[in-house]
């Protein structure tokens, strides 16, 4: 019973650590509500590791899933003949601020969230960053989706790198 | 880049993926230019009244979309 508490009292820290670090991602770039992409990022940093260490497996990185995201927006403005001086605009926004702590997110980010989450119950487990970057692999379209290919990461390969990650936690 | 264009290519509407792709990038980019230029007139002493007339929205979505986000000047007594 008390370890059945504690679990589900870790895994409430993993699921304010994760929403809190998606607003704070997403303000910082401006964006008032967290989309799927910034969730994702923000399970990259959870101090789990394992969504990391899933793009780790693969060759990759949270730095270059960042990296990868930001180049593909450049490029689908480009596309379309804009480009904005994206420093300047950054330098004039305001700092992020502390979190309000409502956890507003819009609807890509919530479907991820709600898929992650039904993903860790059904196993019995705690929810850690890995189960956000499976759900991430069964999207299909998005910046998410558009980043990952762009790293020529094969979400296949992604879900079962996260699998792996989830499992060695597991038996850990 | 070399050899800027110097007309805009908009996305071929047969190729939805790129249009989109496109869209969601530019609404990230309005957002992101929005929020910087109210915080930079608050900072010049715009009225939220002003922002508003501005960005054609009410002064009552005005600020409840940007009151909390923005940098408060230092010296501000009144509520406008």
Known sequence: MLRRLRGRAVAMKTIAALLTQAEQIARARGTEQPAAEHLVLAALQLPDGTAAGALERLGSSAADFGAALDAQEVED????????????????????????GIYRSDPSAQEL?????????????????????????????????????????????????????????AGG | MQGAPDTIEVPDPSDPEAAFASVVALRRLADRLELAAVNVAVRQGWSWTDVAAAL??????????????????VTRHRRD
């Open chain 2, 56 to 73: 054609g929205v009410s002064r009552q979505a005005a600020h409840k979309k940007f009151a909390r986000r923005v940098e408060r000047p």
């Open chain 1, 113 to 169: 969230f709600q898929a992650a989450g039904d993903d860790a119950r059904r196993e019995g487990g705690a929810l850690v960053g890995a189960h956000v970057l499976r759900a991430a692999a069964d999207l299909e379209h998005g910046p998410t989706a558009r980043a990952l290919r762009r790293l020529g990461i094969d979400r296949t390969e992604l879900r079962s790198a996260a699998t792996a990650e989830i499992e060695a936690r």
């Open chain 1, 77 to 100: 403005l480009e596309r379309i003949g804009v480009r904005p001086d994206d420093d300047r605009i950054s330098a004039e926004l305001p700092p992020p601020g502390e979190p309000v």
